[in-house]
């Protein structure tokens, strides 16, 4: 009987345990204002990405047509200029009586395209491509793409540089132009008496076939 009331004991004892430790509460992670009190920073539902997204590959197969009239169809795709505004067409005409720059005929193909020119400033490559007179055949581009005018603008030497978050446009120097540039300018130096071979010439046979 003895054994049986120990038994109990120790099964009450372990099941008051149990429930004792059932009632203290886990801690509870902090939330985003309670970490970061002097942010702004809200806690924001769960976002998922559209499953039409705009800026991703479409397949040929996935354009869409609106119909306008009988015989009409309009397609509902945007245009490669509007998602991609380097892809715009654009016509340049600059007045020829205006002595342009590089930095005018840039500024004035960007206008309304939705970018701005980069700043010059401290960078000599950029102010030496910008001061420079815009060329007779620039002062009349397109129509043609964005990217494809603006790197008309630039030249062979300078590559067009994009700011994608500020929609600034830059250019940088091409290295390895630059270096084939300074390369063929550099001077051939002459040939000293090291390298040069000198054979011995011949003596020509007598035209009487004797000695004389």
């Given amino acids: 009987?003895?054994?049986?009331?120990?038994?109990?004991?120790?099964?009450?004892?372990?099941?008051?345990?149990?429930?004792?430790?059932?009632?203290?509460?886990?801690?509870?992670?902090?939330?985003?204002?309670?970490?970061?009190?002097?942010?702004?920073?809200?806690?924001?539902?769960?976002?998922?990405?559209?499953?039409?997204?705009?800026?991703?590959?479409?397949?040929?197969?996935?354009?869409?047509?609106?119909?306008?009239?009988?015989?009409?169809?309009?397609?509902?795709?945007?245009?490669?200029?509007?998602?991609?505004?380097?892809?715009?067409?654009?016509?340049?005409?600059?007045?020829?009586?205006?002595?342009?720059?590089?930095?005018?005929?840039?500024?004035?193909?960007?206008?309304r395209s939705g970018y701005q020119l980069c700043s010059a400033k401290g960078k000599p490559a950029l102010e030496t491509l910008f001061s420079r007179p815009l060329p007779a055949a620039h002062y009349e581009l397109g129509p043609m793409p964005l990217h494809a005018a603006l790197q008309l603008l630039g030249g062979p030497s300078y590559q067009l540089q994009v700011e994608p978050v500020t929609r600034e446009v830059c250019y940088g120097l091409r290295v390895a132009r630059l270096t084939q540039a300074t390369a063929s300018d550099a001077p051939v130096a002459p040939p000293t008496s090291s390298n040069v071979q000198v054979s011995p010439v011949p003596d020509s046979p007598s035209l009487g076939g004797g000695q004389p």
């Avoid at 924001?44 to 559209?50: A, D, E, F, G, V």
């Avoid at 197969?61 to 015989?71: A, K, M």
């Fill in 1 to 111: 009987m003895s054994f049986r009331l120990h038994h109990f004991s120790l099964l009450a004892a372990g099941c008051a345990v149990a429930a004792l430790s059932g009632c203290v509460q886990q801690p509870v992670a902090p939330s985003l204002a309670e970490q970061y009190p002097d942010s702004q920073q809200l806690e924001l539902p769960s976002y998922q990405p559209i499953a039409n997204d705009l800026y991703a590959e479409q397949k040929q197969d996935q354009r869409e047509v609106l119909r306008t009239g009988r015989y009409t169809l309009v397609s509902t795709t945007a245009q490669a200029g509007q998602s991609n505004l380097l892809e715009q067409t654009v016509q340049v005409r600059i007045p020829t009586r205006l002595k342009a720059t590089v930095a005018d005929g840039v500024k004035h193909t960007l206008d």
